[in-house]
């Protein structure tokens, strides 16, 4: 189809190795310059032949050469196409699949390496290890069957035995790997505290990927409890910001004691909480009682706020550095975009997030769906082996025995998708927003 419409220049001829080729594509309302790239199957990420263009990247145009490939009888690809159908030629497994699918979507370094690990083949082979393993001693199970006891072939049940509980400790630890790489309880939340007209909001629009609050100098802006996105030396934890919360009485009842309650409830599920303070304040004792209000059972970090408004970076009363709260405080300016690495390197501090990513395999970071359904088939392979173990100690025989084995490899067949159903297919597929 693209032969059809390429003009000045050669096209690649079927048959005719991989080649890279410039011309023009007539469009349909003109030519437009473009590079081809020709990959013949089976050298290509979906095994079959693979014609890539590359065009000018002027919408219009690509619009012009879009619907021309259309009406020529091209069709876009649906979510994940291309990697499916590199799974279904055998290119790719499906938990390599399944690492471009997590890939695509990581929103943070931690993500990204843990996606990479998947399309490195990590769980593969692993999967591909144990799958061996079981397979040998089902071998072995099998040909045992054919002798006596007494006979030489006859492989005795305690080394059978000790073969399988040898593949059990392999399958518990890969399903201990697998857990250390799945997603923490969930991400650490830090929540926003301080007085109205702090500038709470104002810092969480900076902080956040997508921030919205709502900001303005009248104290009382914010009443809803607002999440955003926060990434934090490659780890992303949810920000959270609310009503500020100063010396001022509330009537109870109003909308202004509710704004109240619901940012006191999200500071009371914080992991840390995040105080800002106006940089310019002098009232030491008002912002003495002010941390004495905060939650204690989270750790805090002070923000001093509108450093571009301050003379000085001011230091934390005394009365609250001996209490221990602020464990670490950092002046920013929101507006200026100042001090806000100072400030994410003392959260993350005392997060003790720079600890986890330095740890040798504290990556975390897949997706969840994708690493219960992983574990859900390492359980489910361990689960079998260790019920045929228990029935072999008591006494079963070597053809139920190697029922619970198979049973064991079939579980892991689940995994890298030598027998996946369809309907499970379909769902981690329409995961991918893009043709990738
Ligand atoms: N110059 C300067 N102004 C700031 C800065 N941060 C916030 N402001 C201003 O301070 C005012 C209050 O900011 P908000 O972010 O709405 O404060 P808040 O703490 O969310 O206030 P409430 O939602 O009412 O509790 C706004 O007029 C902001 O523009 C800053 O870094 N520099
Ligand atoms: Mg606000």
Partial sequence: ???????????????EPRAVRSGRIDDGRGRQPALLLW?????????????????????????CAFERLVAAGARPAGPGEFTRRAFESGRIDLTRAEGVLALVGARCAEERRAALALVAGGLAERVGGLRSALEELRATCEASLDFEEAETGHVPRADLERAARAVAEALAEAL????????????????????????????????????????????GTTRDVIEGSWTLGGTRVTLVDGAGEGSEEVTEGTVDALAR???????EAADLVLWVVDAARTDASAIVAEA???????????AWSRLDEACATPRPPEEVLAAGRPALWAAVSAVAGTGLD?????????LGL?????????????????????????????????????????????????????????ALDEIDGRTTSEAVLDRLFDRFCIGK
């Fill in 1 to 15: 189809m693209v032969r059809a419409l390429w003009v000045d220049g050669d096209a690649p001829r079927a048959g």
């Fill in 354 to 410: 720079g600890a986890a990513q330095s740890g040798a395999l504290g990556l975390g970071g897949l997706p969840r769906e994708l690493s219960e359904r992983h574990g859900a088939g390492l359980r489910a392979a361990a689960d079998a082996l260790a019920a045929g173990l228990d029935a072999w100690s008591g006494g079963a025989t070597l053809d139920l025995f190697a029922a619970h084995l198979r049973e064991a490899t079939d």
């Fill in 342 to 350: 100072d400030l994410a390197a003392a959260c993350s501090g005392v």
């Fill in 292 to 302: 004495a209000g905060l939650p204690a059972a989270a750790p805090c970090v002070l």
């Fill in 176 to 219: 201990r790997w697998e857990r250390r790489r799945a997603p923490s309880s969930g991400e650490a939340r830090v929540v926003l505290a301080g007085a109205p007209n702090a500038g709470k909001s104002t810092l969480f629009n900076a902080l956040t990927e997508d921030g919205a609050a709502l900001v303005s100098g009248q104290a």
């Fill in 261 to 267: 309650d619901r940012a006191r409830g999200a500071r």
């Fill in 39 to 63: 990959m013949p199957g089976p050298r290509s990420y979906t095994r079959e032949d693979v014609a890539e263009l590359h065009l000018p990247g002027s919408p219009p145009l690509l619009r």
